[in-house]
């Protein structure tokens, strides 16, 4: 099997440093000149990684084809481009339709939408993909996780919740500082805070029909320390705003 990338930023480098960790990467890795230094630094590391100039060399090497360039420029790029009908198109553009980048794509019949994320560097984390597609399944699987949602309109909520990564090492770092200013080495401090929050959120992920809210309460010894903390921040609002840094996050997206 051949991939390529049109478009040569972090997720592009995610997706493809996952696959060549995995053991099992593609024959062949076509990506795209741009961003020069990110492409050179790929085909230094990974044997199987081919540097292709202009966009359409990517397109005519690649059985699947990555489209991970900018929203917003799908039409300057790929109205440029010729593509075959037995190819699969995978856009990983947030917020354009299936339907736009089919038009875009003709006479390809095969057009798949997905959220990877950053950590599939790593082999790890969830991969949202719409619609399931056997060899787009595989790949992602071993990047991590493959979640495939019932309907396309439900991607973009996935997406939303992406917008709580930088909140979420805030909250890591917030704590791993406070740890230091208490007397504990920092490397340690953060160390550990990551290492819990890694240990929850897998426990998070086998609770029976995502029911967390029992974990929540399970944690809660009467009148232990999850019970005060929780009980502090109850006082200050809650969690509340997360679902309105959410919300406005929604209207952003529309």
């Keep these: 099997?051949?991939?390529?990338?049109?478009?040569?930023?972090?997720?592009?480098?995610?997706?493809?440093?996952?696959?060549?960790?995995?053991?099992?990467?593609p024959e062949e890795i076509w990506i795209s000149s741009r961003s020069e230094h990110r492409a050179l630094a790929l085909e230094k590391a990974w044997p199987r990684v081919r540097i292709a100039a202009p966009n359409q060399a990517v397109a005519d090497n690649a059985d699947i084809l990555f489209l991970a360039f900018l929203p917003g420029q799908e039409t300057g790029i790929l109205n440029r481009l010729a593509f075959r009908r037995d190819q699969v198109i995978v856009t990983l553009l947030a917020g354009v339709p299936l339907s736009r980048i089919r038009?875009?794509?003709?006479?390809?019949?095969?057009?798949?939408?997905?959220?990877?994320?950053?950590?599939?560097?790593?082999?790890?984390?969830p991969v949202v993909m719409f619609p399931d597609e056997p060899r787009v399944n595989t790949l992602f699987s071993l990047t991590g996780s493959v979640l495939v949602p019932e309907k396309e309109e439900q991607l973009e909520i996935f997406s939303i919740i992406t917008a709580l990564m930088a909140p979420f090492y805030a909250l890591t770092d917030t704590v791993a500082?406070?740890?230091?200013?208490?007397?504990?080495d920092r490397a340690q401090a953060a160390a550990y805070t990551s290492a819990m929050f890694k240990?929850?959120?897998?426990?998070?992920?086998?609770?029976?029909?995502?029911?967390?809210?029992?974990?929540?309460a399970d944690s809660m010894t009467p009148g232990g320390l999850n019970e005060t903390a929780m009980a502090v921040i109850?006082?200050?609002?809650?969690?509340q705003n997360i679902i309105s840094a959410l919300d406005e996050v929604v209207k952003k997206v529309r």
């Design 234 to 239: 109850s006082e200050n609002k809650g969690f």
């Design 103 to 125: 038009e875009l794509t003709a006479p390809a019949r095969t057009v798949i939408r997905a959220i990877p994320l950053p950590c599939t560097a790593l082999n790890t984390g």
């Design 177 to 184: 500082a406070w740890g230091e200013a208490r007397g504990l």
């Design 1 to 25: 099997m051949r991939i390529g990338f049109i478009g040569t930023g972090t997720i592009t480098e995610a997706i493809v440093t996952g696959l060549c960790r995995s053991g099992r990467p």
């Design 199 to 216: 240990a929850l959120a897998l426990i998070a992920e086998t609770a029976p029909d995502g029911d967390i809210g029992t974990l929540v």
